[in-house]
């Protein structure tokens, strides 16, 4: 779903979630693509969980960006 709504929101040049209503791909209903826009993406508690996300993802710990592994290394 974040690849859809990025590749929505570059192909419309556009900033704002919202702005991408009948703009999703074609593996979506586009009833479907509108309520999840309304939904889920555009509201105020998804974008704050998404930003601290993105920022916790991009965290440097001794000069790399930390990577998740998962079960024995």
Known sequence: MTRARK???SKENITH??????????????????Q??????????FQRRSESA?????????GKINTHSG???
């Open 7 to 9: 590749k929505a929101m």
């Open 54 to 62: 993105r920022r916790n993802r991009l965290t440097k710990t001794d």
């Open 17 to 34: 979630i919202i702005d991408c209503l009948d703009e999703g791909p074609a593996w979506i209903n586009n009833d479907d693509w509108n």
């Open 36 to 45: 999840i826009i309304k939904d889920v993406c555009s509201i105020p508690e």
């Open 71 to 73: 079960g024995t290394v």
